[in-house]
């Protein structure tokens, strides 16, 4: 569904899921996992409805993710680094987490 225009530049590692995907340095996480075919990053605590990035830019809170043990970060907002660790948020997210 997403493509880029211009795949050049300098790439990063990084894993979703356990699975390694490749960004681009710049990206954030939310663009670099819609590039690489993630269709959900999240589903709702009550209905676990699926979800994904809706405004890409802070607001709706459609794209929260477990980044590096922490969880409900807005993908949207964060920038890829070498070797991060990202996972979809699935319901409610736990207490510490």
Known sequence: MFKR????????????????????AGDTVAGAML???VEHFRTTPVTESPRAPYCLMGVCFD?????DG????????????????????????????
């Open 5 to 24: 225009l211009d795949d050049t530049g300098a790439t990063v590692s990084l894993k979703v899921d356990g699975k390694p995907i490749r960004a681009r």
């Open 35 to 37: 590039a690489a075919g």
């Open 63 to 67: 794209c929260l993710v477990a980044i």
């Open 70 to 97: 922490v969880g409900s970060r807005q993908a949207c907002l964060i920038e890829v680094r070498e070797g991060m660790a990202v996972e979809t948020q699935l319901g409610k997210r736990e207490a510490g987490r």
